[in-house]
């Protein structure tokens, strides 16, 4: 048998050449913008703007829209001052036209990076720096700041589609907004979310993420300080008729550090079915995070369920510090919740959670310095379980100061959000990703290819020749560990070339 490993991953995610290049600077309008189309890239100069975008447009999954700031490091900055967003300059006209300083409306593949929004805000209290709905898809926003808007970002509709990387979300909230509707660093209606590598910080009225899609992955991330608990899971705006309905967010790699006299401090991530909808099940699983409480009694989760509505949770892999409750459950006979190898401290309530790590200390390197990795001799190394679904191949790095940053995580060994032997370079939103390479072990007829965690998007290809090549999968079972993939080759199968493909 006879099996050779290419060693570079190919990913093949690739965008048509740019049908045109569209130059806006501070003395352009909105037109300019507005008027992509599928395969053009707007390139915005440094400088202050202070009009509306309002984008339709249909870019395609290989002819996005791409609008980028020319320099990243002197971003353009749309900052309305004191002026409401309804009455700046801008070609929608409808009465919600000051719900966002950009708005994508039906949009479809646009991907923006770079850019800075600021004081966006309107006179209901409900503005935000960008707001997508009406079933826009396949938004991608990167390297974007949001500062003191109403809503940071909000929007989202029943198959709407966002991911958002590399962003930092900082005292967005306006005080006054009505309590009974309150203003968020993140505020999503519905549709599909995902957020990686952000920074989320002092939101000014209420959570730093408020949730409602129907399906959201937030992993390895930075939250701190909201102003009133760091985040919940609600029932989704989309929803109607009889059911069942199921909604499901994945908490992965996270840092959570709360406000030392937050406005709400019973929880830090509540389930709640607000709209009282019938025959909707909450689903949240929280592995490897790391939080960091004020000392008091906080539930890192707080099922909320005393309607009866069914709510299943898992918590496995997380520190959970500064707080003595891991879990807050109203009504046990419709909730299930679950986990193992939590980190708790000593005085904790275990409830459910089976095969706490308890201690005195998780053992931080420097709690003081917002340095959470862990020091030799942490009762939090090498005792995570390793068959929880979903073992992290990446972290969030570093902390406050330099952020906004990830990095290939050595391990899933450890509990919490990092691993005490990864060593890698961090990743930046303007860097590639590292690529991940196959190796191969054993001998004689027993052999197996490994990959890492962080490919676990990846494919394992074959082919028997290179030239002409015949790629097509592999079509081996594999397993996953702490350590990574891997795929037994079974001694029948010959002569082979191996692959990994995004």
Known sequence: MK???????????????????????????YTKIESAKAGDEVVISPGTYAFRVYLTGQGTITNPIVIRAQNP??????????????????????????????????????????????????????????????GTTNLYL???????????????????????????????????ASSSSPTHNLYIYGGYFTMRYCYVHDSAQSQNFHIRARTSMIEYNWFARAKAYEGDLMSDDDFSGAGPFSQTMILRGNVFVQH??????????????DAALPNLTLCVRAIYN????????????????ADGTQMTLEESNNIIFGTTRPVLVENTAAASVTGVKNWLQTNAIVGTLLSS?????????????????????????????????????????????????????AAARDVGAFENTTTSNSVGPYELAPSPQLTIFGTGSTRTVQWPLFADDFQLEKTTLLNPASWAPAGLPYATNVFGLQAMIPSGMGQAFLRLRK
Not at 151 to 166: A, Y
Not at 379 to 394: E, N
Request: glycine letters at 10%; hydrophobic letters at 35%; a neutral charge.
């Open 290 to 305: 790391t939080f960091i409480g004020n000392g008091g009694s906080a539930a890192f989760v707080h099922v909320s369920n």
């Open 260 to 273: 030392s006299s937050p406005a709400n401090h019973s929880q830090v991530i509540a389930m709640y079915n």
């Open 357 to 409: 790590v308890q201690s005195p200390s998780p053992g931080f390197r420097n709690a003081a310095a917002n340095d959470f990795t862990l020091l030799p001799g942490s009762p939090c190394i090498a005792t995570a379980s390793g068959t929880v679904y979903g073992l992290p191949g990446r972290e969030y790095f570093k902390n406050e100061i330099t952020n906004r940053l990830w990095r290939v995580r």
């Open 73 to 134: 490091t002197n971003p353009p900055v749309w900052d309305f001052g004191t002026t409401l967003v309804e009455n700046a300059p801008g070609s929608y006209t409808a009465g919600d036209r000051g719900r966002g300083g950009w708005q994508f409306s039906g949009a479809k593949n646009y991907r923006v990076s770079g850019m800075v929004f600021k004081h966006c805000r309107t006179a209901s209290f409900n503005s935000a720096g960008v707001r997508y709905y009406n």
């Open 3 to 29: 099996v050779w490993i290419r060693l570079c991953a190919l990913n093949l995610v690739c965008f048509a050449a740019a049908a045109a290049t569209i130059t806006v600077s501070p003395g352009d309008s």
């Open 142 to 176: 990167k390297d974007c700041v949001f500062f003191q808007n109403d809503d940071g970002l909000t929007g989202g509709t029943q198959n709407s589609q966002i991911t958002v990387e590399h962003c930092e979300f900082d005292s967005n909230g306006n005080t006054n």
